[in-house]
T-cell receptor
């Protein structure tokens, strides 16, 4: 079946630290991969995506590379800010026909000044 | 104004009551989705719809029903609420496979 596993949180970092949030997946075929972010009290927003192997998604200083050989899509940012504090969800889309998303459990990031 | 709105934002109810959560969107999207979010479990798909005549079950549809009254409106009902349906519920819309737009969520507590 299809599933997504994220690293356990919460992750607490100081401002300007390097961020990595691990995400691995299990899927049949060739899924698309996503990172969504949820700020406090809000719904989820798409952060970045990759639709095929070796694609790199990037947005707002965040990056993630679709690694089919390791079935991973780790999220990275070189220098986090307090405003990056949020919950981050990795997700996969098994087929573009339905648009259905399968989410990981989410990782809470807290950035301290 | 928000593109995807949900009402109510918070609701406390009792076991056995019927509850309806409503979602409206102004984005003109055909696809609409209902998810529930539980701590430590991420989001799980309840139902999804591609147009007013197309309704599909997601992974956890038992105990829920939906109605697509118009392109812009998609309601989720709990016919007889139970405590383990206490969760945060999100509606989402899309017009392509690659991005969904989420509402702010409804926090439901079943006592």
């Amino acid at each position: 079946g299809n599933s997504v596993t994220q690293m356990e949180g919460p992750v607490t970092l100081s401002e300007e630290a390097f961020l990595t949030i691990n995400c691995t997946y299990t899927a049949t075929g060739y899924p698309s991969l996503f990172w969504y972010v949820q700020y406090p009290g809000e719904g989820l927003q798409l952060l970045l995506k990759a639709t095929k192997a070796d694609d790199k998604g990037s947005n707002k200083g965040f990056e993630a590379t679709y690694r089919k050989e390791t079935t991973s899509f780790h999220l990275e940012k070189g220098s986090v800010q307090v405003s990056d504090s949020a919950v981050y969800f990795c997700a996969l889309q098994p087929s573009s026909n339905t648009g259905k998303l399968i989410f990981g459990q989410g990782t809470t990031l807290q950035v301290k000044p | 104004d928000a593109d995807v709105t949900q009402t109510p934002r918070n609701r406390i109810t009792k076991t056995g009551k019927r509850i309806m959560l409503e979602c409206s969107q102004t984005k003109g999207h055909d696809r609409m989705y209902w998810y529930r979010q539980d701590p430590g479990l991420g989001l799980q798909l309840i139902y999804y719809s591609f147009d007013v005549k197309d309704i599909n079950k997601g992974e956890i549809s038992d105990g829920y029903s939906v109605s697509r009254q118009a392109q812009a409106k998609f309601s989720l009902s709990l016919e007889s609420a139970i405590p383990n349906q206490t969760a945060l519920y999100f509606c989402a819309t899309s017009d392509s496979p690659f991005e969904q737009f989420f509402g702010p969520g409804t926090r439901l507590t079943v006592l």
